[in-house]
């Protein structure tokens, strides 16, 4: 049988690494946040980190987008070593960041936001064409967006804020994208739409580390799964196996 494009993607992902964390540590002061956490993420793959509050889960992403201070470990990035590279210079190289508290431009309207963002066209390391975003695309992806584009971002709901920061990291043609608690305080249809453009994202052939605690909602959208427990991963699984087995959520999740 043959496969659907999206699935041959996520097979290849599972070969081409678009991010390889391998024993990183982080300080905020003097306190040691994270130790040795070591992950990877492949071209078309969600991949969930997952844990309790307090656990480092954004601390993690904080530290591969070179926004703790403090740090020490091995980053690859599309293949290149970004351990000593500052945030913008990740970013200008493709790697988006989706923070929890979103942080968009409240005196600017949806489009202003998005155009901050705006990077050129990028392409796979195969020669082949990334996903071009613009905003009459991104209004497709997110039509609430679409019908409120002279809006103030600071006259938004927070659903529809946590949209447009998707949205505005989106501008910046990312290869993969570190997208912060997602499903945080935003309502059900709004969490619904944020699966539903992962997935869209994911068939695109782009790459997201996903820090999340909605256990439901990391099972739609995640093919692995690593758990992170005082700063270290204790647990990596298809993300099937640890939602699907109530002592492994029990022991990790507490739920």
Same mark, same amino acid.
């Given at each position: 049988?043959?496969?659907?494009?999206?699935?041959?993607?996520?097979?290849?992902?599972?070969?081409?690494?678009? #991010?390889?964390?391998?024993?990183?540590?982080?300080?905020?002061?003097?306190?040691?946040?994270?130790?040795?956490?070591?992950?990877?993420?492949?071209?078309?793959?969600?991949?969930?980190?997952?844990?309790?509050?307090?656990?480092?889960?954004?601390?993690?992403?904080?530290?591969?987008?070179?926004?703790?201070?403090?740090?020490?470990?091995?980053?690859?990035?599309?293949?290149?070593?970004?351990?000593?590279?500052?945030?913008?210079?990740?970013?200008?190289?493709? #790697?988006?960041?989706?923070?929890?508290?979103?942080?968009?431009?409240?005196?600017?309207?949806?489009?202003?936001?998005?155009?901050?963002?705006?990077?050129?066209?990028?392409?796979?390391?195969?020669?082949?064409?990334?996903?071009?975003?613009?905003?009459?695309?991104?209004?497709?992806?997110?039509?609430?967006?679409?019908?409120?584009?002279?809006?103030?971002?600071?006259?938004?709901?927070?659903?529809?804020?946590?949209?447009?920061?998707?949205?505005?990291?989106?501008?910046?043609?990312?290869? #993969?994208?570190?997208?912060?608690?997602?499903?945080?305080?935003?309502?059900? #249809?709004?969490?619904?739409?944020?699966?539903?453009?992962?997935?869209?994202?994911?068939?695109?052939?782009?790459?997201?580390?996903?820090?999340?605690?909605?256990?439901?909602?990391?099972?739609?959208?995640?093919?692995?799964?690593?758990?992170?427990?005082?700063?270290?991963?204790?647990?990596?699984?298809?993300?099937?196996?640890?939602?699907?087995?109530?002592?492994?959520?029990?022991?990790?999740?507490?739920?």
């Amino acid at each position: 049988m043959q496969k659907h494009s999206s699935q041959r993607l996520m097979d290849k992902g599972q070969n081409q690494k678009l #991010l390889e964390v391998q024993n990183l540590n982080a300080w905020y002061g003097a306190a040691h946040i994270l130790h040795e956490v070591s992950l990877t993420v492949g071209r078309g793959e969600v991949v969930a980190l997952m844990g309790r509050n307090g656990a480092g889960k954004s601390t993690t992403l904080k530290s591969i987008a070179a926004l703790v201070p403090r740090r020490e470990g091995n980053i690859r990035f599309m293949g290149e070593a970004i351990e000593k590279k500052a945030s913008h210079q990740i970013a200008q190289r493709g #790697l988006g960041y989706v923070p929890e508290d979103r942080r968009i431009f409240t005196e600017l309207t949806v489009l202003e936001n998005l155009e901050v963002g705006k990077q050129k066209p990028r392409q796979w390391p195969d020669g082949s064409a990334m996903p071009h975003w613009t905003p009459e695309r991104l209004f497709k992806l997110f039509p609430n967006l679409g019908e409120m584009p002279a809006r103030l971002g600071g006259r938004m709901s927070g659903g529809e804020q946590q949209m447009l920061s998707v949205a505005r990291t989106l501008m910046g043609q990312p290869c #993969l994208v570190l997208l912060d608690e997602p499903s945080e305080g935003v309502a059900p #249809l709004i969490v619904e739409q944020m699966a539903r453009t992962i997935l869209e994202l994911k068939a695109q052939g782009i790459g997201i580390l996903l820090s999340e605690q909605n256990l439901p909602f990391a099972g739609l959208v995640a093919d692995r799964a690593y758990v992170l427990e005082k700063g270290q991963i204790v647990h990596h699984s298809p993300m099937a196996e640890l939602a699907g087995d109530a002592k492994l959520r029990r022991q990790y999740l507490g739920i």
